[in-house]
Antibody, heavy 115, light 110 residues
Framework: QVQLQESGPGLVKPSETLSLTCTVS????????WNWIRQPAGKGLEWIGR???????NYNPSLKSRVTMSVDTSKNQFSLNLTSVTAADTAVYFC?????????WGQGTLVTVSS | QSALTQPASVSGSPGQSITISCTGT?????????VSWYQQHPGKAPQLMIS???HRPSGVSNRFSGSKSDNTASLTISGLQAEDEADYYC??????????FGGGTKLTVL
């Protein structure tokens, strides 16, 4: 069974770059799509984007100008970079597997944007 | 892309059935059979309950069922139990190869 675990700083300063990594265990990155999704406290889920093993990406149009995703097959990891963050980017960030729906989720990691 | 529309809250008594709607457009829900439903308990990650409109993953109770008509998908939970109290989200694949979520519905078991 695939397991996903997010890691990265829990606190990021405004205007800086939020960087998170997701480590996948119990399976290979190959042949699947890998996503980042976030959820501000008390609010709904927002899809950020997805990456395929080839490096092909699709992003939420509302975040596209600030988002970059990458994959490291040697470490079975994929990553998220979100630039120029503001307080509005404070949320629990989930990494997840799936293409047209999500079938596996990480436990989530809280990232707070504050000086 | 705009979020799919879900009712903010629904409620029901134990043993009853409830239905949660998820309304999109002809560019997402209406055009693809790729609607999923997720259950999220407080402080936990969402869990897949229904995929591809009506497919129930292994391990999910058969009290959960999904359907779709035009631009609206629905999740029905029959024989409500206390453990069903949670937030429920729908998602849909879209015509621009993205994923969009609904705003979420809080289910209260009375």
């Amino acid at each position: 069974q695939v397991q996903l675990q997010e890691s990265g700083p829990g606190l990021v300063k405004p205007s800086e770059t939020l960087s998170l990594t997701c480590t996948v265990s119990g399976g290979s990155l190959s042949s699947y799509y890998w996503n980042w999704i976030r959820q501000p406290a008390g609010k709904g889920l927002e899809w950020i984007g997805r990456i395929y093993i080839s490096g092909s990406t699709n992003y939420n149009p509302s975040l596209k100008s600030r988002v970059t995703m990458s994959v490291d097959t040697s470490k079975n990891q994929f990553s998220l970079n979100l630039t120029s963050v503001t307080a509005a980017d404070t949320a629990v960030y989930f990494c997840a597997k799936g293409r047209r729906g999500i079938d596996y989720w990480g436990q989530g990691t809280l990232v707070t944007v504050s000086s | 892309q705009s979020a799919l529309t879900q009712p903010a809250s629904v409620s029901g008594s134990p043993g009853q059935s409830i239905t949660i709607s998820c309304t999109g457009t002809s560019s997402d829900v209406g055009d693809y059979n790729y609607v999923s439903w997720y259950q999220q308990h407080p402080g936990k990650a969402p869990q897949l309950m229904i995929s591809e409109v009506s497919h129930r993953p292994s391990g999910v109770s058969n009290r959960f069922s999904g359907s779709k008509s035009d631009n609206t998908a629905s999740l029905t939970i029959s024989g409500l139990q206390a453990e069903d109290e949670a937030d429920y989200y729908c998602s849909s694949y879209t015509s621009i190869n993205t994923l969009v979520f609904g705003g979420g519905t809080k289910l209260t078991v009375l």
